[in-house]
């Protein structure tokens, strides 16, 4: 391996620890600690980050990119459960606890994600009592945070939550013109709403001079500032 890339990997880790709430008030020396446990992986539009059936034993990080999270009915169809964006992650009970998961993770775009397994993790909290209790106040900070964070998507509207969206997936492509990721249907289970509201919103943004619809189901930002004050 080249120091270079050695670098690189060693910089998506600190990225991947710096976008997780429940690291973010730990100490210099117990990030330190916890990054040595980090691995990097990448997927492909399409791939499969985690399936049903599959050991939860892995806490998963999105460093880049966007994923959705579904589960598989008893009539054989998706059940969209949620999108996960940059900065949003998946498992963190799975730290603590042993099961099997119940859904699957397809990348929607290329996708990045930094991993932590479960016996790592709890071997360095039985080694360092310190990160055990910063480990347990932190969680305690974002069980606080989540509170709060759904009172406030609450109040925040459709219009909002779309435009908000449609920024998160163009610079997860890197694009401003793409093909929406997810069926209507599923940015509306995502958003709240249903796809008929989807549409409407979509083309509000698209009078408002925001985004052109360029088809029913690809659209180019015109206007990223404007989109990002959408309330």
Known sequence: MTEVHGHHEHEET???LDLVTIFQSLPEDDLAKISTLVS??????GE??????????????????????????ANGREQ?????????????????????R???AQALMDTNVCQIHRSDFQNMMKSSPDLALNMMNAFGKRLVK???QTTESAVSSVEGRLANYLLETGAGLKQDQFELPLKKKDIATYLGTTPETISRKLKSLDNQGLIEKKSNTEIKILDA??????E
Request: aromatic fraction near 10%; glycine fraction near 8%.
């Open 14 to 16: 600190d990225d991947c």
């Open 40 to 45: 990097d992986r990448h997927f492909k539009a």
């Open 48 to 73: 499969y980050i985690f399936s049903a059936g599959d050991p939860a034993d892995t806490l998963t990080i999105v460093a880049h990119g966007q994923a959705k999270v579904f589960q598989i009915a």
């Open 80 to 100: 969209m459960l949620r999108v996960l964006q940059t900065g949003d992650f998946d498992g963190e009970a799975a730290l603590f606890t042993s099961k099997d």
């Open 102 to 104: 119940t859904s699957f």
């Open 146 to 148: 989540m509170e709060q």
């Open 225 to 230: 500032d404007g989109l990002a004050m959408v």
